[in-house]
């Protein structure tokens, strides 16, 4: 993560940096299946960089870690041309629960961990005042600053041998969708696209419509899912029970390569991947 | 590593640049007495980066990880202000075999493994054009673009249990003798400085000493090792015979902190740390 491309160390408060540089690293070991064991951090510090701006960011670093288990094991402090976060971790798993985003096969069920939009609601509030209600306010600035990395949800998930491929959906479900669809070799129907309700508010006040938050926004590090659909009714009461929250059926795995929209009563239409593009201003 | 701190992509090879990058993080496991098992990659591209420039350097990280059966696992790639390079090497170690550089007993034997100051004087050949042999030119520069990690030397060391401590002593003998002696709670003596024939012959031409490139110039990569005394002689013998080059005594660990100089027919005197400091433009 690089300051002036993922983060705004001059606006953005360091422990939030700092805890979302840890979950996004522990998602992708939560979208594994595995356990985060343990992490190693490489800073870069540049000219006008604050002591205490990097010992709050290490604080959110290390209070998220400690919540999964996970020990900062090591890392490098280097001088930079700007602030810059690398962070490495290392999972463990049984090779029979691992899971992968190429394992996806034809008419499974795509699902969803949660719904999405919340983490890039967040981020208009803090762009902007805008008047909305205070749950929503207090859900998507939570969701923006400390993003929760479902890594007891991936485990879980994993465990079940009807689970084929997950990835987490940290760019957005146009793009993380399309991902798992081609890695699986396959395409994807989308029917529904579940958008949080903190996400609807915000869109709602700023006259847009929360659906591209859920798309587009990104960093929801929600997971998603490809489920045998035979086994998927029984899968979802399961999750239901043990987490509280729904495994929320978004579409299906098709033969057909492209990733469609094809909600209720609306014509079918081709998605296009607009989430984060890790090099879009690059070149 | 940083464009501008710890290279210079304009001038310099960019397969040198990914095969010094790698050699540094093995070169930590090699210290560990450890097996490096993989590689992840976290590189950043500026602006005007090109993609044969990345490619080649990914060429040089490859080749090098590939000769000690290290795997590049994954990584990242996201834009950056100037071109940037994080490597994490995950290595595999008993925990009866693993070195740390806080080991080291009072009268302990400090050796090397190779001597140093080589790499500093391949960087004054990269600078600016010398009158100086063939051979040394050679080695010179073979050890600033190419050089070897210590890993197959580090394992050997560490399944002796006379070795108490280990580091690479990859910023310098000013700095990291003292590091592993302040470490192990300890001071040491240096005797001798080992000096690459390279160094002594690049440091001439310059009106230079050859010493200050050993004491100093970092990127060796060669290990520092603490010996139980007794056990030294035949130590070094099997390693002279193991891999066809000595293992050079260069002093002892003391009870009495700091770092000193002494050699034959010349007054002891302290040394002071001048090696790498990896922040010190910083602040």
Redesign the interface.
């Known amino acids: 993560?690089?300051d002036?491309?993922?983060f705004l160390s001059a606006s953005m408060d360091a422990r939030g940096v700092g805890h979302r540089a840890m979950a996004s690293n522990l998602s992708d070991i939560a979208a594994m299946g595995a356990r985060p064991v343990l992490a190693?951090v490489?800073l870069?510090?540049a000219?006008g960089t604050s002591e205490e701006w990097i010992l709050e960011c290490y604080r959110g670093m290390y209070a998220l870690a400690s919540e999964h288990g996970t020990k900062i094991a090591g890392g490098?402090?280097?001088?930079?041309?700007?602030l810059?976060l690398?962070i490495?971790v290392?999972g463990e798993v049984s090779r029979s629960r691992l899971r992968r985003r190429d394992g996806g096969r034809a008419g499974d069920v795509l699902a969803l961990t949660g719904p999405l939009g919340a983490s890039r609601a967040g981020l208009e509030l803090m762009r902007r005042s805008l008047d909305i209600e205070a749950s929503a306010r207090e859900s998507a600035l939570r969701a923006f600053n400390t993003p929760a990395p479902r890594v007891a949800e991936g485990r879980w998930l994993a465990a079940s041998s009807h689970v084929h491929a997950m990835m987490d959906c940290s760019d957005g479900l146009s793009t993380d969708a399309g991902r798992l669809a081609v890695a699986s070799g396959l395409g994807a129907t989308i029917v529904a696209i579940p958008t949080h309700d903190a996400a609807k508010a915000v869109a709602e006040a700023l006259g847009e419509d929360g659906r591209t938050y859920a798309l587009d926004g990104g960093e929801d590090f929600e997971l998603i899912v490809a489920v045998a659909p035979r086994a998927f009714a029984h899968l979802a009461r399961r999750f239901a029970l043990h987490f509280g929250r729904p495994l929320i059926s978004i579409g299906k795995l098709d033969k057909a390569s492209g990733l469609r929209l094809h909600e209720t009563a609306q014509p079918e239409r081709e998605l296009v991947p607009a989430g984060w593009d890790?090099?879009?201003?690059?070149?």
């Open positions: 993560m690089v002036g491309v993922h190693t490489a870069g510090v000219a490098d402090i280097v001088r930079a041309p700007a810059l690398s490495t290392v890790h090099l879009r201003y690059y070149g």
